[in-house]
């Protein structure tokens, strides 16, 4: 089974960056595609975007042009690039599969406020 790490989280003020990681406990970028998902306090759990085997992402109309995803392969870990943060992006973080095959992480939690 593989196990996964999130990290990064914090307080940032809006309009703020943070970059996020996740580092599943053995390499499987090129067997699966991967995910970000965020859930904020009283809300189902939602996919912020996905990036596939090949490299394409793509993302939740809310965050498109302020989030990127990518990953280092050589460093088994992808990243969650986030700009122009505001209140609303205020969630705990996680990352899996595109289709949540793994067991969930205890995710990192990102806190927009001024």
């Known amino acids: 089974q593989v196990q996964l790490v999130e990290s990064g989280g914090g307080l940032v003020q809006p309009g703020g960056s943070l970059r996020l990681s996740c580092r599943p406990s053995?390499?499987?970028?090129?067997?699966?595609?991967m995910a970000w998902y965020r859930q904020a306090p009283g809300k189902q759990r939602e996919q912020v975007g996905y990036i596939l085997i090949g490299g394409q992402t793509n993302y939740l109309d809310s965050v498109r042009g302020r989030f990127t995803i990518s990953r280092d392969i050589a460093r088994n870990t992808m990243y969650l690039q986030m700009n122009s943060l505001k209140p609303e992006d205020t969630a705990v973080y996680y990352c899996?599969?595109?289709?949540?095959?793994?067991?969930w992480g205890q995710g990192t939690q990102v806190t927009v406020s001024s």
């Open positions: 053995r390499n499987i970028f090129m067997e699966y595609t």
């Open positions: 899996n599969s595109g289709m949540r095959q793994f067991t």
